[in-house]
């Protein structure tokens, strides 16, 4: 374990995360699996995070940025991976000469390609996305054949290989919805027209988390798992965590930075929203809106000190917020927990999706880099190489040990 002491950490689980890619692939067992990485891996650590999912089987890779999807070429990943969202005057070229599958929404992005391609000397990986209902990114369906026609045009020239047919469900974290079924219908027609065109895609995807696990007909060839992957549920109406089979796969934690007993009457912190209701213990946790910790969380969010929780009391500053302990001791030093998978009692990251008017997305990704991420359960060789990586329980040569890197996961 390591011993350094720390201000604050991010416990990433990658034996926990490892285990949340297999119970994802056995909920969609006749297709393949792509990991979404995007965001640095939601918070917990884009290069570790792909290197244990490509462990638990994943077989695609999902980046938003260009920068991203190079970033993991660049740390070694060599397997199939998705990039999707482009704007002009994109990497292009460097992504097409790295093997960059590359998302197309319209002729513009098709055109940047196909100069990519001329630079770059050899032929690209494409993936065709059409906009079903989400209203966000893909080709509008009146646009589709323009596209379609293009891209089997460029295919047949040699200058590129559609790979895949995709979009992106709107609201599949209801069930039942409208939306859900316009949608299926949309995309399924977009897949017929296409190979209707002679376009023949290894794979057509439109399932992301929620569907994954509660739509079993919208599997198709590939789904694609993003919060899922970290063990949080992307339906928390509909079941947790735990309801699914997932484990939470990042702990924030702190040490206190001060304890001292204070009167009654005290202001606390800015604008002296809190004010003790008498004689206290106040603790001081060196965290703040700086590190990725919500504003919105003062006065709302819970903390778990001693074997209790305790509320913000007063406002959350931009490096640290304040807890009162009533008349119960702590000492500096002692083990703030933001959230967790809830073992010991602490609130999850859910929970404080929940107090500050968000989702369990936002609270993990929004966690700054300047919170150090340790890494249990990990092999070796998921953060060789990662600047400022920490590793605690881990195995010498990637060899796992009975109890060790898979101690504690789900599924």
């Known amino acids: 374990m390591n011993e350094t002491p720390m201000r604050a950490r991010a416990v990433v689980d990658l034996a926990a995360l490892r285990a949340n890619v297999r119970v994802l692939r056995a909920r969609a067992p006749k297709a393949q699996l792509m990991a979404v990485v995007k965001a640095n891996a939601y918070g917990h650590g884009m290069v570790p995070c792909a290197r244990a999912a490509r462990r638990a089987g994943a077989a695609w890779i999902g980046t938003a940025l260009p920068s991203e999807a190079l970033e993991l070429r660049a740390a070694g990943d060599s397997g199939r991976l998705l990039c ?43 993936q065709l996305k059409i906009d079903t209902g989400l209203g966000r990114n893909g080709c509008t369906p009146g646009d589709w054949e323009k596209l379609v026609a293009a891209a089997r045009e460029a295919e047949a020239g040699g200058a590129l290989r559609v790979t895949g047919i995709w979009s992106h469900f709107a609201c599949a974290d209801e069930p039942g919805h409208p939306s859900i079924r316009a949608q299926l219908d949309v995309f399924r027609d977009a897949v017929a027209y296409a190979e209707a065109q ?39 109406e509909i079941g947790t965590p735990a309801d699914f089979g997932l484990r939470p796969v990042m702990t924030l934690t702190a040490s206190l930075a001060s304890v001292k007993r204070v009167p009654g009457g005290l202001g606390v912190s800015y604008g002296h929203q809190y004010t003790t ?123 796992e040990a009975a109890g060790s890197p898979e101690r504690g996961a789900a599924g």
Not at 96 to 112: M, P, Q, R, T, Y
Not at 364 to 369: A, D, F, G, P
Not at 380 to 398: F, H, K
């Open 84 to 126: 999707w969202l482009w704007t002009p005057g994109g990497p292009f070229r460097e992504a097409v000469e790295a093997d960059v599958d590359i998302s197309v929404s319209g002729l513009w992005a098709l055109e940047e390609v196909l100069a990519a391609v001329r630079a770059a000397g050899r032929p690209a990986r494409v």
């Open 198 to 236: 002679g376009l023949d895609p290894e794979v057509r995807h439109i399932a992301n988390s929620p569907a994954t696990l509660t739509l079993p007909e919208a599997h198709f060839d590939l789904v694609r798992t993003g919060v899922a992957v970290y063990g949080i549920s992307p339906s928390p």
């Open 277 to 399: 209701p008498g004689e206290t213990t106040l603790a001081l946790v060196p965290l703040g809106y700086a590190d990725g910790i919500p504003r919105a969380a003062s006065g709302t969010g819970e903390v778990l000190v001693g074997g209790r929780r305790r509320r913000i009391a007063g406002r959350v500053a931009m490096d640290q917020f304040v807890i009162d302990l009533g008349d119960d001791t702590a000492e500096t030093g002692d083990e703030a927990v933001l959230f967790g998978p809830g073992d010991r009692g602490e609130p999850t990251a859910e929970e404080w999706g929940q107090a500050t008017g968000t989702i369990g997305y936002e609270v993990v990704t929004r966690i700054t880099r300047r919170v150090p991420r340790v890494y249990v359960g990990a092999y070796e060789d998921e953060i060789a190489g990662v600047d400022g990586a920490g590793l605690a329980d881990g195995v010498a040569g990637g060899v």
